[in-house]
C-alpha cells in the first residue's frame, strides 16, 4: 500500500541518519521503526498483563509478606 509521509525538517534529518547508520533506506529504516515500535508495546502489554496474572495467583502470599 502507497503512502505519504509528511516529515517535518528535522524528522527528516533524523530519519535519514538513522537509515545511513543501519544501511538502508529511508523506507527501510521507517518500516523496522514501525515494527520495533509495534514490538516495544507488545512486549509492554505481555509483561503488564503476565503481571497481572501473578498478583492474582500470588495474592494471599503478597498479603502475608506485606504484613
Known sequence: MAMTLRL???DERI???LAAAEGVSRQ???VRA???AAARLAH???VSD???RARVRYAALLERLGK
Open 34 to 36: 514501525i515494527r520495533e
Open 15 to 17: 530519519l535519514a541518519e
Open 50 to 52: 503476565a503481571s497481572a
Open 44 to 46: 509492554a502489554r505481555d
Open 28 to 30: 527501510e529504516a521507517t
Open 8 to 10: 517535518t525538517p528535522e
